[in-house]
């Protein structure tokens, strides 16, 4: 009879086991100012993630100029997927990937976050040369972040003739990948508590190309959306940071594409309807290269 009870009592607390377990696996729901997310535990059940949130569209009529921010979610967001990239030659198998829709984070969040115990936040800002990079677990995982009670962010931007083409012009002004970073911090800002974060402890890091961007956020604080900057191998002062804007960069593309013009609007206007891969292919070819830049101020810009 001994016997008989205690495999009962086994076979209860492995059923016990399994429930706790299962409702450890339960897929997180948020609900931002943007509307409801739902993201999924991590594997070993200590951490959850929200993936390839999308926080700025690129404008389809000109996907070379500023991006805005993203106006929320009617239904409930399913933030599974962090495989999103901007258009770029990769750095590993250098094959020409990516889509403009393309402007999403990632949040991990420790099981140990919530409304009681809110977390600090990193946000990482990935280098590359303002030509490459991506923000997704392949490069920039969040297990050991995470281990030490913080959540992170990792955020994507745009890339060479998308993010740092300087036409000198209202539509085409410059420092397109800078304004995208600046949507992303706004939208931690405003929707971190919802994760559990602190929006007084934002910490921004990066390197080469993600520091010398935040050093550039430093410089321009009309509004205070992080607290604190760790620069990594980069800075605004670095001779590859900024350069003067190169206005014949849209005439070279179009002329290199088929399109021959000396009118920056009508070379924009074709660019616009080109095939990413193509002028991504074309920048290469060219051998351009793309920077942040000083800009002129435009009315309305």
Known sequence: MFRKYQSLAILA??????????????????????????????????????????????????????????????????????????????????????????????????????????????????????????????????????????????INYRLGPYGFMCLNNPAVPGNQGLKDQRIALKWIKDNIKAFGGDANKITIFGESAGAASEDLHLYYQDQKLFDQVIMQSGNALCPWAVEEPEESSSFSLADHLGFETYDKNEALSFLSTVDTKLVIAASTELNLTFRPCVENDFIGV
Not at 101 to 115: I, K
């Open 13 to 154: 607390f492995y059923v016990l086991v399994h429930i706790v377990e299962a409702s450890i696996r339960i897929d997180p729901l948020v609900d931002t100012k943007l509307g409801l997310i739902r993201g999924l535990k991590s594997s070993d059940g200590q951490y959850s993630m929200f993936m390839g949130i999308p926080y700025a569209p690129v404008n389809k009529i000109n996907p070379f100029g500023p991006s805005t921010a993203h106006q929320g979610f009617d239904e409930v967001f399913e933030a599974y997927d962090d495989s999103a990239i901007c258009p770029q030659i990769e750095e590993f198998n250098k094959t020409n990937v990516g889509s403009l829709d393309c402007l999403r984070l990632n949040v991990y969040v420790p099981n140990t976050a919530n409304s009681q115990n809110r977390l600090p936040v990193l946000v990482w800002i990935y280098g590359g040369g303002f030509g490459i990079g991506a923000g997704g677990r392949y490069l920039y995982g969040p297990s050991y972040l995470v281990r030490h009670d913080i959540i992170l962010v990792t």
